[in-house]
Every structure is written in C-alpha cells, then in structure tokens.
C-alpha cells in the first residue's frame, strides 16, 4: 500500500488533536476533583489498656496543605463543618497557604476549629509562595522550590497562638487533649532543610497518654528518629497523597523521601504508626487532582488488645 506524505501528515493532525482533546477533558476533570472533599476515617488502637472507659475513644482531626487561596468558599464551608466531629484535638502539619491574600481564608476555614486544643507545624508554603510550575513536572519527582516572595506567615502564626493552638515549629509540649495526656514534639519543614531534630532530641515524656512526633514533609530522616525515640505516632502531609494518581489513588511520586505505598493514610514505620494526610489544597500553579481527593482525616485512637 503506497502511503503518501500527506497521509501521514494527515494522519498526525488527527492523532495530536485526539490527545490535545484527551488532555483537555482530563485537566477539567482534574480541576473538578478540586472541591470534592473527602472524609476518611481510621481506628488506630495505640493506647494503654485502662486508658480510657471501655468504649471511648479519642478523636484527632488532622487537617493539612490547605493552600488557600481568595475565593474557595465551598473548601472554607467543608473545613467548618469538621467542628461538628468534635475532635478532642486538631492537629495542622502545614502549607495553609498559596496566596499572599491567603491568612483570612484560612482564618476562615479553620475558625470553629480554634476553639478545639490544637498544635502546628509549617511547610514551606506558609512562608514563601510557591512559583509557577508545569504540572507534569511533578510526575518527575522534581523538588519545587518556593519563590522568594514571603508570606504573612508571623501573623498567622499570631493568630493560631491567640486561639490556645500550640506552635511545634522545633519545640516541644506537654498538654491536656480531652481525657488524655499528650507529649508532642515537632519540626520545621525537613523538605527544604528547615529542621533541626537535635533541638527536640528524646524521649517522649513517660507518663503521657499518647505521644505525638509532627512534620510537614513525612521524610524518613525525620520520622526514623520519632520512631527511635518512642513516639506512638507521627503525622505529616506535603505529599497530597501523589496528587497525581494511577487509577486506585495509587501514587506515581510523593515528592519527598517516603516511599509511594505510604504516601497517603495510616501506615508503619520503624514499629512506629504514620499518618499522612493527602491534604486540602494544591498550589495555585498545580490546581489539578487525579485519584486523589481532597481530604481530611479523623483518627479514632482507641486502647490496644494486649491479651
């Protein structure tokens, strides 16, 4: 059969117009993924027999990578109504922000929630915005570095301190959550080398009810020395659950050190238990999800069996 140039060239047009079509309806699907807010919820039984009356269980809302931005009304509306889960703590690993603009909606969408206990730490997107980005960079593991452009992070940070919230940016706290005792430490984003574990080094104090070890990023650097010193659980975010998923919400790349089958959810590490949140937001710049819901988690901590 003689095919001529012109077929072929014909024959191109037609397959470059189908994938630019493709692509097209799969970025305005992506788009609309944005406000399809997911709650999920998991038991993790981590407590001392006796700790609590049989039956009761304590509730850890933990919310992170909000990224907010002016105008995301239906995201402001989702995160108000987790108050009605009445947790006994709220814990934020960080990225609130993508906007300059961004503290009031923020301020906004956690408001009823800063009326619970809760404790923070940072991403890196809470003290510079992020830059623009091809979204299909992210596929490529590529490291994102923030712009130079700062954001109002101290005042945000004010506000959280003015609410009874507590700062876990390289510092630790001893603090009561409902009916248990908590020792929680924290640090600064590891992502970007804003962490130093040295200043919170040890132990978690003997007689808490319930040891917390907080990172932005869930890298495993961070999260091996949570484990060694005996922390019952380490919660993170950064990693918007791969964001960019196969089919099943498995995750193509996390964006950080840990490994894709613990990119999002509960999980092991080191003997220790890990949460990371698949958070609420994306970067302005990347404002797509495939697979990948956004989402807060509510954590049922319950007593272990140990008979």
């Not at 079509?21 to 006796?50: D, I, M, N, Q, V």
């Not at 947790?87 to 690993?93: A, D, E």
């Not at 104090?205 to 650097?221: F, Q």
Request: with cysteine.
């Amino acid at each position: 059969m003689h095919i001529t140039a012109k077929k072929i060239v014909s024959s191109l047009g037609a397959l470059a117009a189908a994938g630019a079509g493709l692509g097209a309806a799969t970025a305005a699907w992506g788009y609309s993924e944005l406000k399809r807010f997911e709650l999920h919820e998991h038991t993790l039984p981590l407590l001392k027999p006796g700790t609590l009356a049989k039956g009761e269980e304590f509730r850890l809302l933990h919310v992170s990578d909000l990224h907010m931005i002016p105008g995301q009304r239906s995201k402001i509306s989702f995160v108000n109504a987790l108050a009605g889960l009445h947790p006994h703590l709220v814990v934020n690993t960080g990225d609130n922000l993508s906007d300059e603009a961004g503290v009031p909606e923020v301020m906004a969408a956690l408001g009823p929630l800063l009326a619970v206990p809760g404790i923070f730490v940072f991403g890196s997107n809470d003290y510079f915005a992020p830059r623009p980005a091809n979204p299909f960079s992210y596929l490529l593991g590529r490291k994102h570095e923030p712009s130079s452009v700062e954001l109002p992070w101290r005042g945000m940070r004010a506000a959280f301190l003015e609410h009874g919230w507590l700062d876990a940016n390289q510092a630790r706290h001893e603090f009561q959550a409902g009916p248990l005792r908590i020792a929680a430490a924290g640090v600064d984003d590891p992502h970007h080398d804003l962490d130093d574990y040295a200043e919170i080094a040890g132990p978690p104090h003997p007689e808490a009810d319930l040891s917390l070890g907080l990172t932005h990023s869930p890298e495993p650097r961070v999260l091996s020395k949570f484990a060694a010193d005996g922390y019952d659980l380490a919660l993170a975010g950064h990693t918007h659950g791969g964001q960019l998923c196969l089919p099943g919400g498995r995750a193509i790349v996390t964006n950080c050190g840990i490994d894709r089958a613990r990119a999002k959810g509960p999980s092991e590490f080191d003997g220790m238990a890990l949460h990371v949140s698949n958070g609420l937001g994306t970067s302005k710049y990347v404002p797509f999800r495939l697979f990948c819901r956004p989402s807060a988690t509510l954590l049922r901590i319950t007593a272990r069996d140990d008979s």
